[in-house]
């Protein structure tokens, strides 16, 4: 999608939304991709867990940090965030391409799905070398859903998107 192009659709669906059209200055300066509609903020709700992963190797007290992490949608996220304009982002949301939100949320969807699963097999009673391996190969299959998601947020991404999230998870299960 061309730049051009991405801000016409969200400022059109903006205005079709009945709601107060969307401009890409205002979005611009709002830290939310005008080609888009959608704000990397979103990714550092993903990043936190990563960071927290990463850690459990030489501060094993941040397991029970990273097992209190709970699952949020982007609406969610920017509706409990302090983020300055995130009314602006949950409506650019609602208006962005439906293809690159459904993108995004199934990008979600999956990582969401791994922090859950490496949650569930952390037990609280999991010796901390067998939790920071979890740990460690959690964080390594999260970048690159996370570093994808980005690509989406930023109009990056090129073709064949929504088969991206099954790309990743089938290579996984091939390890």
Same mark, same amino acid.
């Given at each position: 999608?061309?730049?051009?192009?991405?801000?016409?659709?969200?400022?059109?669906?903006? *205005? =079709? %939304?009945?709601? &107060?059209?969307? !401009?890409?200055?205002?979005? /611009?300066?709002?830290?939310? #991709? +005008?080609?888009?509609?959608?704000?990397?903020?979103?990714?550092?709700?993903?990043?936190?867990?990563?960071?927290?992963?990463?850690?459990?190797?030489?501060?094993?007290?941040?397991?029970?940090?990273?097992?209190?992490?709970?699952?949020?949608?982007?609406?969610?996220?920017? *509706? =409990? %965030?302090?983020? &300055?304009?995130? !009314?602006?982002?949950?409506? /650019?949301?609602?208006?962005? #391409? +439906?293809?690159?939100?459904?993108?995004?949320?199934?990008?979600?969807?999956?990582?969401?799905?791994?922090?859950?699963?490496?949650?569930?097999?952390?037990?609280?009673?999991?010796?901390?070398?067998?939790?920071?391996?979890?740990?460690?190969?959690?964080?390594?299959?999260?970048?690159?859903?996370?570093?994808?998601?980005?690509?989406?947020?930023?109009?990056?991404?090129?073709?064949?998107? +929504?088969?991206?999230?099954?790309?990743?998870?089938?290579?996984?299960?091939?390890?």
């Amino acid at each position: 999608m061309k730049y051009r192009d991405g801000v016409e659709a969200v400022q059109a669906a903006g *205005a =079709a %939304s009945g709601r &107060k059209p969307i !401009d890409a200055p205002q979005l /611009a300066g709002s830290n939310i #991709n +005008p080609a888009t509609g959608l704000a990397t903020d979103y990714l550092n709700h993903f990043n936190e867990a990563i960071m927290l992963l990463e850690m459990l190797s030489s501060c094993p007290d941040c397991r029970d940090d990273f097992l209190a992490w709970r699952p949020m949608s982007y609406r969610e996220h920017f *509706a =409990a %965030s302090r983020f &300055k304009s995130r !009314d602006l982002a949950i409506a /650019a949301y609602d208006a962005a #391409n +439906p293809n690159l939100r459904g993108c995004l949320d199934t990008l979600a969807g999956t990582m969401t799905a791994v922090l859950e699963a490496t949650r569930a097999a952390m037990s609280a009673d999991m010796p901390p070398e067998s939790a920071a391996v979890l740990a460690d190969h959690a964080a390594a299959w999260l970048k690159p859903l996370v570093a994808r998601a980005g690509a989406v947020i930023n109009g990056d991404a090129g073709n064949g998107l +929504p088969n991206a999230p099954q790309a990743v998870v089938d290579g996984l299960m091939e390890r």
